[in-house]
């Protein structure tokens, strides 16, 4: 059983195991330890992770990423259209009520949720761990961001469980990095915390946590966000940037073609990365627009000069952080900065500048931290581990509370409650009262719409509580309802259940009876001049008195509408993930076919002029050889997309013929290899004798 953490990252997916008493990244088909979040759709199956970034450029239109960024996201909300849309080339479209992208895949236009196009990526992140770790992989921890709403958690859960894998925990990224941070630490102190700030700013997020860490736990005391800064959004303003200088340059247009901005965003990043660790850096695109090359240099000042208005936001996070945390910038003894645009040196110099030119901690690696501590939570979750002991207390960014239906008889009642205040520790449990003779509807909201991502809905889900009857007596009953925050941030509505306030008798305390009523026995036993009469009688009755007290009676249904996918929806899912996979896994193996039936002819043509000659006559040769080519004009004609089967017929076929050479070589291979092992015997045991002979005799007494 497989122990991975997986953190999905808007550009790039990074999954991490423990195994061996620590934590590996797990790295892809192309030996890389960070796979592109990709998913592309083509005429004959999916490309998933590398081969989708590979067709990128030319199949933009069927490639969608960021899906992260869309997942449980509404198609109206503007935010989704006028930012997102930027970063997707893809044609976001609705997907009742969701978003979802149109593509041309298998020849047809399909139009694919976001769920599914995330469960098809998760799909390939569980293969690549399968193939790496040689053991089934099921249990895992996602990260996700800490703004996610309780909507957008429920359709990470969807994909997840769409492609076969069980989330024990989504696991805030923040909080993973915290964890990661905290758990290999010896010198946690037992008394007085030690608080961290953890920046995590990456392709398309700004995220902040300031963590108390005291020996074996740690808590998350705050977290703020800038939901649209990141390594994207640095990129974006080059692209605009060179876009227009190569306009007034080069007379190009470059905005009316997506393909010529689409290779202009891939060159920008490249040089963005080079402008991290050096003073000036050049940009390049060959043919980028009606066969016209485009260059320019940019210094490093250039560039910070260019983002400016991004820069002096990266301090509003973690202002805001510390002032919910309670806390000020002296407090925070260490800040670890985390994801990969914290590479960015004027990013730098503007966080260590707000803690007062404190150094940057840059202990955990910034590409990797998440993953690895989704592994270790996951180990922490896992039976099959053994992890040091480390308590996780998480919160929850958003105000959550419940609104009712006011009984008629009952005007003052209040009709809603926050239940779970903003910074609420996860998971948490909440009991709520009742009185009611008949059924009723609970209805969760953020309570905060304004802090929500865009213009998201604040409605979490509704619970009707059922056959709720009045009591013995026809008054109201009594109704408790259990309101969970679980692991994954998200609310549910575990249980509802009557109580009823019945007498019963309880004996009364010891110490709280008068002193003149003690019991017998206890004055007996105090008493030298009892008789031994007195002393043998039975010892007085225990005085009791009679206690209200509630008593649970009955359990009652709860009918729950929420965010989650529908059964028979998800069921659909599921088989259209499970072709999808089929298609691509045949498409895989007839490739394979294909190519193996290649290299054989060329391998045996070689063979046949080569170490294969002595053994075939001119009649042979010649057969073989027509065979080959024939094979091969078809391979490169009608065969180009031919059947599976068809290609291992071909391959039989040619080793049918060329067996029966390969057969003769080998076994004159083996004949010789046969005369040289015995003429190396013979002539060790020939040795052997000589020096036996040679051997002077030892004297005897």
């Known amino acids: 059983m497989s122990v991975v953490g997986i953190d999905l990252g808007s550009a790039t997916t990074v999954v991490a195991v423990a195994r061996n008493r620590g934590i590996d990244v797990i790295t892809n088909e192309v030996s890389n330890r960070a796979t592109p979040t990709l998913v592309g759709f083509g005429p004959k199956a999916r490309t998933l992770g590398e081969p989708a970034k590979t067709n990128e450029i030319s199949n933009f239109k069927n490639t969608v990423g960021s899906f992260k960024r869309i997942i449980g996201r509404s198609f109206q909300d503007p935010e989704i259209l006028e930012i997102e849309n930027k970063f997707i080339s893809a044609q976001l479209v609705d997907v009742q009520g969701q978003v979802g992208a149109k593509v041309q895949y298998l020849g047809e236009e399909q139009i694919l949720s976001s769920v599914q196009l995330t469960a098809a990526f998760l799909t390939k992140i569980k293969e690549t761990a399968t193939a790496e770790l040689k053991l089934p992989v099921s249990d895992v921890v996602i990260s996700v961001p800490g703004w996610y709403t309780d909507a957008q958690r429920r359709a990470i859960l969807d994909a997840s469980e769409i492609a076969g894998l069980n989330a024990l ?185 707000f803690f007062g030119g404190k150094a940057l901690s840059f202990t955990l690696n910034q590409d990797e931290a998440v993953a690895r501590g989704c592994a270790f939570g996951c180990a922490i979750l896992s039976p099959v581990l053994r992890v040091r002991d480390f308590a996780v207390h998480d919160l929850t960014p958003y105000p959550i509370e419940f609104s009712w239906d006011k009984t008629a008889d009952i005007p003052d009642e209040d009709s809603q409650l926050e239940v779970f205040a903003k910074n609420n520790v996860v998971p948490s449990t909440k009991i709520l009262t009742f009185y009611r003779k008949e059924a009723f509807t609970l209805t969760a909201t953020y309570s905060s719409p304004g802090d929500l991502p865009g213009q998201t809905k604040p409605w979490i889900g509704a619970y009707t509580i059922k056959n709720v009857t009045p009591n013995s007596s026809g008054d109201y009953s009594i109704v408790k309802v259990k309101a969970r925050l679980n692991l994954h941030g998200i609310l549910n509505v575990e249980q509802a259940y009557v109580v009823e306030e019945v007498e019963v008798e309880e004996v009364i305390p010891e110490e709280e009876l008068p002193k003149e009523e003690k019991p017998a026995a206890e004055t007996t036993e105090k008493s030298e001049d009892a008789d031994m009469e007195e002393a043998d009688a039975e010892p007085a009755k225990p005085k009791t008195r009679l206690v209200k007290k509630m008593v649970r009676k009955a359990d009652l249904p709860v009918i729950t509408a929420s965010a989650t996918l529908e059964p028979t929806l998800k069921d659909q899912y599921k088989e259209k993930e499970f072709n999808m996979a089929m298609t691509d896994r045949v498409v895989s193996e007839t490739e394979d076919k294909k190519n193996a039936l290649e290299e054989y002819i060329y391998e045996v043509r070689g063979k046949l002029e080569d170490e294969w000659a002595p053994f075939v006559d001119d009649a042979q040769r010649e057969k073989l050889n027509s065979m080959l080519l024939d094979t091969e004009d078809w391979l490169y004609g009608d065969g180009e997309d031919a059947k599976k089967a068809k290609y291992v017929s071909k391959m039989e076929d040619l080793q049918r013929q060329a067996g029966p050479i390969r057969g003769r070589y080998f076994e004159a291979e083996n004949k010789k290899a046969e005369e040289i092992r015995a003429a190396r015997e013979a002539a060790e045991a020939k040795s052997g004798k000589k020096t036996q002979e040679s051997r002077p005799a030892v004297p005897t007494t």
Not at 169 to 175: G, P, S, V
Not at 265 to 291: F, G, H, R, T, Y
């Open 169 to 353: 925990r989504l696991m805030n990224d923040t909080t993973a990095s915290a964890l990661g941070y905290g758990i290999t630490k010896t010198d946690l102190p037992e008394d007085k915390p030690r608080y961290v700030a953890i920046c995590d700013i990456g392709h398309s997020n700004y995220s902040v946590a300031i963590v108390a860490y005291l020996k074996g736990k740690l808590n998350v005391l705050s977290t703020a966000y800038d939901r649209h800064f990141g390594g994207r959004n640095f990129d974006q303003a080059l692209v605009d940037h060179f876009a227009k200088e190569f306009s007034t340059k080069y007379k190009l247009d470059l905005t009316s073609s997506p393909k010529a901005m689409f290779r202009l965003s891939a060159a920008v990043e490249k040089m963005k990365k080079i402008l991290s660790a050096n003073a000036q850096a050049p940009i390049s695109v060959e043919s980028i627009m009606n066969d016209v090359d485009v260059s320019a240099m940019m210094k490093r000042e250039e560039l910070e000069a260019l983002v400016q208005p991004l820069l002096a936001r990266s301090i509003e996070p973690l202002e805001r952080a510390l002032a919910d945390a309670k806390l000020t910038a002296g407090d925070i003894e260490a800040i670890e900065m985390v994801g990969g645009c914290t590479r960015v040196p004027a990013i730098k110099d503007a966080i260590s500048a």
